[in-house]
């Protein structure tokens, strides 16, 4: 079997087993014996891979395979050439430190979709918006980086794992499509 590129919503678990309170992954998949390579949160929304393929699965996920993967973020407060400076460094975040990475600034992008639930609107607080893209993957670690950095998350979409990404193989929220493996 291919490999499959899933858009995962917002408030989506990545699992397949049933959620007592949330949808997941067979809320949308109707695919037997494939396995997310790689997981987002449930606030987290965007590309996640999966497949069948066990080694193919450890390529992708495992951190020392160094697959690129890159977050849209929505953050509250303005950021700047300092707090971006600050995120690609090495940053200590309690129980780990983060391994450089790269981060941008960027504008708010016109081709991404409206979330559901909205994002509460932030009048009187800016937001800006931040591509991190990084080659390891910790537990909710682009929040923690930002947070760090005094720059709460507020959305966090994943646009990017190796070479697929959305802007490539563009996909609605909750819509999927099989792809070559060859690519890895």
């Avoid at 983060?98 to 991404?112: G, N």
């Avoid at 980086?145 to 005094?150: D, K, L, P």
Wanted: hydrophobic residues 40%; proline residues 9%; charged residues 25%.
């Amino acid at each position: 079997m291919p490999l499959i590129l899933f858009n995962k919503p917002f408030d989506v678990m990545c699992q397949f087993s049933p959620h007592p309170s949330r949808k997941t992954l067979a809320d949308y998949l109707e695919l037997s014996d494939v396995y997310p390579a790689g997981l987002l949160d449930a606030d987290s929304e965007g590309l996640i891979l999966l497949t069948e393929d066990g080694k193919l699965q450890h390529k992708i996920s495992h951190p020392k395979e160094k697959q690129a993967k890159t977050y849209l973020v929505q953050v509250e407060g303005k950021a700047d050439v300092s707090t971006i400076g600050r995120l690609q460094a090495p940053l200590k975040l309690g129980d780990f430190t983060t391994q450089p990475c790269t981060a941008a600034l960027v504008h708010s992008p016109e081709w991404l979709w409206d979330r559901e639930p909205p994002i509460r609107d932030r009048r009187n607080i800016p937001i800006s918006w931040l591509t991190i893209t990084l080659s390891e993957g910790k537990n909710r670690q682009v929040r923690r980086m930002t947070a760090a950095v005094g720059l709460p998350t507020l959305r966090l979409v994943r646009i990017s794992i190796g070479p697929f990404s959305l802007e490539k193989y563009p996909l609605w929220p909750g819509e999927w499509r099989e792809v070559s493996t060859n690519m890895f």
